[in-house]
């Protein structure tokens, strides 16, 4: 039951118009773009394979090489994932249709940004004299990490009056390219429960009490302050090597102190229903 309550909370909090709904949307697109293109170069899927295109010579700053391998087919990820995530989005002409349009095209074309040139020396010594390359997608984090930082500058919009596109909400800003997250509603309060807008609130998180980043009890308890439990804890320790070849460690007992946030007040969770 416990699953199906935070599956739901995601439908909800999925189909808002806030910039977290923006990164979702961008994300899901851009792993479903990765996932399709690995499975084509590992010969999983019988409708594609390596990328057709990439046969013969060609050069970089390096040199010329021969095209060989199996370059990665980011192509054909891309257009299946499109046909395949945008097709519910493309029965509805309305904003949030359209902010969820712009932000799949983002995720999409964030994996093809991080392709890179792989390459395999041939000659005496691995010379070099000769080479074989072909293209391959970058570790995942990488697309991760650039989709986050277009989270943290997510442009505000709203439908332009012919309702096809964008326009800046606040004019004092830049306005949105093709490549910045867009959205259209402001993000509700993450600290409190708010099951409507999809936020299960931070009570009862566990909280790093030494850090200051967003993981710290500081941020993510909102003020509220943390509570304290120490819980014993089964570790490995004594580890020795055994000729040959084992390692043998004995199970150890360690007293730890694990922080978790503290519910708001009943006054405050008042004031936000």
């Not at 949307?25 to 170069?41: K, N």
């Not at 000659?123 to 070099?128: D, E, I, K, R």
């Not at 989270?151 to 004092?172: L, P, R, S, W």
């Amino acid at each position: 039951m416990r699953h199906i309550q935070r599956r739901r909370t995601l439908f909800t909090f999925y189909f808002t118009g806030s910039r977290e709904a923006a990164f979702v949307y961008a994300i899901s697109s851009a792993g479903v773009v990765y996932a399709l293109t690995r499975a084509c170069s590992q010969g999983e899927l019988k409708t594609c394979n390596c990328d057709p295109h990439k046969r013969g010579r060609s050069s970089d700053d390096r040199g010329e090489f021969d095209w060989g391998g199996c370059s990665d087919n980011i192509n054909y990820g891309i257009k299946f994932a499109k046909a395949f995530i945008d097709a519910k989005e493309r029965t509805v002409r309305d904003a949030r249709a359209v902010m969820n349009l712009h932000n799949n095209r983002c995720g999409r074309t964030a994996v093809k940004r991080f392709m890179k040139l792989e390459c395999k020396c041939h000659g005496v010594s691995g010379s070099c004299t000769l080479r074989t390359c072909w293209m391959a997608m970058s570790d995942f984090r990488k697309t991760g990490d650039y989709l986050r930082r277009k989270y943290n500058g997510a442009i505000e919009v709203t439908m332009n009056q012919d309702g096809t596109g964008f326009a800046e909400a606040n004019k004092a800003f830049r306005k949105a390219t093709k490549n910045d997250l867009v959205y259209f509603e402001n993000s509700p309060d993450y600290c409190l429960q708010d099951k409507a807008a999809g936020s299960l609130g931070t009570a009862g998180r566990v909280c790093n009490k030494t850090s200051r980043g967003t993981d710290g009890c500081e941020v993510m308890c909102c003020g509220r302050g943390y509570d304290t439990t120490r819980v014993k804890q089964i570790i490995k320790c004594e580890c020795k090597f055994k000729w040959c070849c084992n390692v043998e460690c004995k199970d150890c007992e360690k007293a730890v102190d694990i922080h978790t946030c503290k519910a708001p007040k009943r006054a405050e969770w008042l004031d936000q229903t």
